[in-house]
């Protein structure tokens, strides 16, 4: 998989600059910052939902056997 380094970013950069202007880069900047933070956050709630459910489970076996357990004393 390619990577992007630093000349790469300069150049993009540049470019959106000289498209966007110097006077609407920083709010594209902003912009594209908080698609950003939502998307992470979108990541992040499902990544919890999905390591919850695996808990869940185990949580419900440890209880069965406990209960069995005490009731075969």
Excluded at 12 to 34: E, H, R
Excluded at 39 to 59: A, F, G, L, M, W
């Amino acid at each position: 998989m390619p990577t992007i380094g630093w000349f790469e970013i300069l150049i993009v950069v540049a470019l959106a600059i000289i498209v966007l202007g110097p006077k609407d880069f920083p709010i594209m900047l902003k912009k594209v910052g908080s698609w950003i933070g939502s998307t992470k956050r979108y990541i992040n709630n499902i990544q919890d939902e999905v390591s919850n459910i695996n808990i869940e489970p185990d949580e419900t076996d440890k209880k069965e056997k406990d209960k069995k357990i005490d009731k075969d004393e």
